[in-house]
């Protein structure tokens, strides 16, 4: 089944503990994204990867990390979270940055 | 950079017709994309318009007018399921290249 998922789907941690949010997709696409909702504000971009080794900043970058050393996978790195970084985290891929997004399941991050 | 404006909340009547407005200015418009999210759960795609005119899939259709900068997503013979934020997500194109970004969404209820 073709399929974008992340993990975990829930997290709690405290402020500065750092943390990984990975994302996998199957469909072999090129392009990948990560975003955070929030309430009011929508979905807003944080890193993209047009493929692998190739990154770039986002709306809200800060605070964040990504690395695309594999085309099928995403990992969004906190370094050192804080409390506004709680969200409910989005990645999503596509065959390229014109084609329709694959959104995953979510995550819901809670910074304490 | 580009903005967006949709009704945040939407109430309609199982088995009738609601039309969905959204209105954008963005830089080097190149295509509108419509997104269905149930509460807690990823984006789905629902629609894409590039060339102005209706775009029918079902019950679904989404009209596109690039000079007026107006979309709609139009739903027929709603049904319960149906309640759910819907999204759009006209791209347009910045310094880095094609974007993506999405409204805050309309939050449409339908009810007996």
């Known amino acids: 089944e073709a399929q974008v998922t992340q993990n975990p789907r829930y997290l709690i941690t405290v402020t500065g503990k750092k943390l990984t949010v990975t994302c996998s997709q199957n469909?072999?696409?090129?392009?990948m994204s990560w975003y955070r909702q929030d309430p009011g504000l929508g979905l807003r971009q944080i890193y993209y990867s047009m493929n692998v080794e190739v990154t770039d900043k986002g709306d809200v970058p800060e605070g964040y990390k990504v690395s695309r050393k594999e085309k099928r996978n995403f990992p969004l790195i906190l370094e050192s979270p804080s409390p506004n970084q709680t969200s409910l985290y989005f990645c999503?891929?596509?065959?390229?940055?014109?084609?329709?997004?694959?959104f995953g399941p979510g995550t819901r991050l809670l910074v304490l | 950079g580009q903005n967006i404006d949709q009704p945040t909340e939407m109430t309609a009547t199982e088995g009738a017709i609601v039309q969905i407005n959204c209105t954008y200015q963005?830089?080097?418009?190149?295509?509108l994309f419509w997104y269905q999210q149930h509460a807690g759960e990823a984006p789905t795609f629902l629609s894409y318009?590039?060339?102005?005119g209706l775009e029918e899939k079902g019950r679904f259709s989404s009209f596109l007018s690039r000079s007026k900068g107006y979309s709609y997503l139009l739903l027929k013979e709603l049904q319960m399921k149906d309640s759910a934020s819907y999204l759009c997500a006209p791209r347009g194109v910045t310094g880095g290249g094609n974007k993506l970004t999405f409204g805050t969404g309309t939050q449409l209820k339908v009810e007996l």
């Open positions: 999503a891929s596509s065959w390229g940055i014109q084609e329709t997004q694959y």
């Open positions: 963005t830089s080097g418009f190149n295509g």
């Open positions: 469909m072999n696409h090129e392009y």
């Open positions: 318009n590039v060339l102005d």
